[in-house]
C-alpha cells in the first residue's frame, strides 16, 4: 500500500522538556522504535550533555505524561569513543516494518556520530534495546578528502537493514569544508547515503541522494538535514526531511554556519526500489515559522523545526516528534496526521 503524504495535521504540544533542572539544553532527533521486550514504545535521542538519552512509553505516546526519561545510553566499552562523545543515536530499522528495530544476527544496532569535532559515524551493538552497547573500535562513515561533500562533518545519520540484500543502507548529512561545484548552495549540506553488506568493516560511500534544491527560496535551497525512510509509494519509497532554505556563506563564524535558520520539516520521494537516488522534495514543508500558532509559541516552539521522526502506531494514526525552540532550548514537540 502507497504511503499517503499527510497535509493535515494537529500540535500534541511539548513531549520531552528541556530538563533545566538536570543541566540539559537540548533534546532533539528521537528514533523511536517498539521494544517488543517492553511491550513499550522506546525513544532514543539526541540530549545534551551528554549527548543521548532514551525515554520509554507503555500507553498513548500522543500523551507526554505516558513518557519516562531513562536518561544515558550504558556502553560497556565507553573508552572506543575517541573523546568521549557520542550524540544522536539512531537504531538500524527494518525498512518495511515501520519503527522497528531490525535483528541481525539476533542483535540490534544503531548508529551514533562520534569524535565530535571531526563528526564521523560510529555503530553499537546490544542483545536488548535497553542495552548495553557495545561500540565498534572504528567508524563506519567518516570525513572524505578537503574537496569531498563530506569534508567537514558526517552528521545526523539514519540506518535501514535490507534482509534481503544482507545489507545495511545509511543515510547522513554530508557538510562539505570547500564550495561545492554546484550553482545551488556550494557550502550546503547535502544528504548523502553509503552502503556496507554484513561482514565489511566499513561501508561504501554512494555519494549524494539529494542536494540543496536550486529554485529561489525553495524551503531545500539552502541545505539538508536528517532523513528518515517512512514507506513505499509505488516501487520508491517517501522520507521525511528537515531542511532549509538559506544557504551557508564563506566566512560565517556564527553557531548557525552550517545551518542557517530556519530548518523546516517535509517530505521527499524517490522512484528507486533501492531508496538510494532519484531523491526530489516536495514543493512545501509540513509547515513554516510564520505559520506556527502563538500558543505554540508560547509553549516553546519557535527558531527552527528540527529533525523529524514520524511514529506510526497500530491503530493508523501517524505522530510526527520534532525539535524546536531558541537556541540551546530546544525541546521535544509533537503532531497528529490529520489525513
Known amino acids: 500500500m502507497d504511503f499517503a503524504i499527510p497535509t493535515r495535521f494537529t500540535r500534541l504540544g511539548r513531549i520531552v522538556g528541556f530538563g533545566a533542572e538536570r ?28 549527548g543521548h538519552a532514551q525515554a520509554l512509553c507503555s500507553g498513548d505516546p500522543a500523551t507526554a505524561a505516558n513518557w519516562r526519561e531513562l536518561g544515558p545510553l550504558t556502553f ?92 545495511f543502507v545509511y543515510f547522513y548529512m554530508a557538510t562539505p569544508k570547500n564550495p561545492q561545484g554546484r ?12 552502503i556496507q553488506h554484513l561482514h565489511e568493516p566499513r561501508a561504501r560511500k554512494l555519494g549524494s541522494v539529494l542536494l540543496p534544491s536550486p529554485v529561489p527560496n525553495h524551503w531545500t535551497a539552502g541545505w539538508i538535514g536528517g532523513l528518515q525512510l517512512v514507506g513505499r509509494r509505488g516501487s520508491g519509497w ?60 508560547a509553549n516553546g516552539e519557535g527558531t527552527n523545526l528540527w529533525r523529524h521522526h514520524l511514529l506510526a502506531l497500530p491503530d493508523g494514526r501517524r505522530l510526527i516528534f520534532y525539535n524546536s525552540g531558541a537556541y540551546a532550548r530546544e525541546q521535544l514537540f509533537a503532531k497528529r496526521a490529520d489525513n
Request: with cysteine; net charge negative; charged share 25%.
Open 23 to 50: 543541566g540539559t539544553i537540548i533534546n532533539g532527533d528521537p528514533c523511536i522504535v517498539w521494544d517488543e521486550a517492553e511491550h513499550a514504545w522506546r525513544m532514543f535521542y539526541f540530549c545534551l550533555p551528554p
Open 76 to 167: 560497556t566499552n565507553a573508552d572506543a569513543l575517541p573523546d568521549g562523545i557520542a550524540i544522536k543515536p539512531f537504531v538500524v530499522l527494518d525498512p518495511h516494518r515501520p519503527n522497528r528495530a531490525a535483528h541481525i544476527d539476533g542483535r540490534h544496532c544503531l548508529v551514533l556520530v562520534t569524535n565530535f569535532r571531526r563528526r564521523e559515524v560510529r555503530r553499537a551493538w546490544s542483545d536488548t534495546l535497553a542495552g548495553p552497547w557495545t561500540l565498534e573500535n572504528e567508524p563506519i562513515v567518516a570525513p572524505g578528502d578537503d574537496d569531498a561533500i563530506d569534508a567537514k562533518h558526517v552528521e545526523a545519520p539514519s540506518a535501514y537493514w535490507f534482509a534481503d540484500r544482507k545489507a
Open 183 to 194: 550553482a545551488a548552495s556550494p557550502l550546503g549540506s547535502c544528504q548523502a547515503a553509503a
Open 238 to 297: 517517501v522520507a521525511l526531511i528537515n531542511a532549509g532554505a538559506n544557504a551557508p556563506t564563506v566566512g560565517d563564524t556564527a553557531i548557525t554556519q552550517d545551518e542557517p535558520p530556519p530548518s523546516l520539516g517535509g517530505f521527499a520521494v524517490t522512484d528507486d526500489p533501492n531508496a538510494v537516488t532519484g531523491w526530489r522534495a516536495l514543493d512545501e514543508p509540513i509547515e513554516r515559522i510564520d505559520d506556527i500558532p502563538a500558543d505554540a509559541l
